[in-house]
């Protein structure tokens, strides 16, 4: 059974950082993309960044280039998002998703984790 269970997500003041974590069971996603999303209230779930796991290539959302960084723990089987000088606008319900695709869009992400919540004050 694929699990990806998210941790990390908190709240923060504006310029402060958080490291969001994921960890994935279940099967071996050496093939897969792993990537994150954020959903704020209201508004429809929006890309964050993604990257094939076994890949050294990481792909961000504009919005959060420069601040944020994908990377990966083999021996932990999970993947990480620091996020650095968060901004009012970063708050959000953060996931981890698994595709084959590779894609930006959500709907062809096969698994997703649970959530966790990022408030950033200003």
């Known amino acids: 059974q694929v699990q990806l269970v998210e941790s990390g997500g908190g709240l923060v003041q504006a310029g402060g950082s958080l490291r969001l974590s994921c960890a994935a069971s279940?099967?071996?996603?050496?093939?897969?993309?792993m990537a994150w999303f954020r959903q704020a209230p209201g508004k429809e779930r929006e890309f964050v960044a993604r990257?094939?796991?076994?890949?050294?290539?990481?792909y961000y959302a504009d919005s959060v280039k420069g601040r944020f960084t994908f990377s990966r723990d083999n021996a932990k089987n999970t993947v990480y998002l620091q996020m650095n000088s968060l901004k009012p606008e970063d708050t959000a319900v953060y996931y981890c998703?698994?595709?084959?695709?590779?894609?930006?869009?959500?709907?062809?992400?096969?698994?997703w984790g649970q959530g966790t919540q990022v408030t950033v004050s200003s």
């Open positions: 998703a698994a595709s084959t695709k590779g894609t930006v869009e959500a709907h062809n992400y096969d698994y």
């Open positions: 279940g099967r071996t996603f050496s093939r897969y993309v």
């Open positions: 990257r094939l796991w076994s890949g050294d290539i990481t």
